[in-house]
Nanobody, 116 residues
């Protein structure tokens, strides 16, 4: 069973930055999809960014230009750098990693709160 452990969330003021990490118990170099999602209180979990095997990245319009997804294969970790944070970015953030033949796995989530 693959485990994904997220970290890096917390309380930050508007305009601030956070960097989320998603550490996998399995090599991510063979994954074909690495994504970040978020779920605000009372709302559905929504996709915000992903990276494919060739390192091409996509972003939802709500975070484009402010968030950057990246990965470190040596650390088996996927990152989400979040800059210029807004109160509406407040949510629980989840990573999702998929491998051929093994399916998709979710982390436990990390809370991000943007407030003054």
């Amino acid at each position: 069973q693959v485990q994904l452990v997220e970290s890096g969330g917390g309380l930050v003021q508007p305009g601030g930055s956070l960097k989320l990490s998603c550490a996998a118990s399995r090599s991510i170099s063979s994954s074909y999809f690495m994504g970040w999602y978020r779920q605000a209180p009372g709302k559905k979990r929504l996709w915000i960014a992903d990276m494919s095997a060739d390192d091409s990245a996509r972003y939802d319009d709500s975070v484009k230009g402010r968030f950057t997804i990246s990965r470190d294969n040596t650390e088996n970790t996927v990152y989400l750098q979040m800059n210029s944070l807004k109160p509406e970015d407040t949510a629980v953030y989840y990573c999702n990693v998929q491998w051929y033949g093994s399916g998709a796995f979710w982390g436990q989530g990390t809370q991000v709160t943007v407030s003054s």
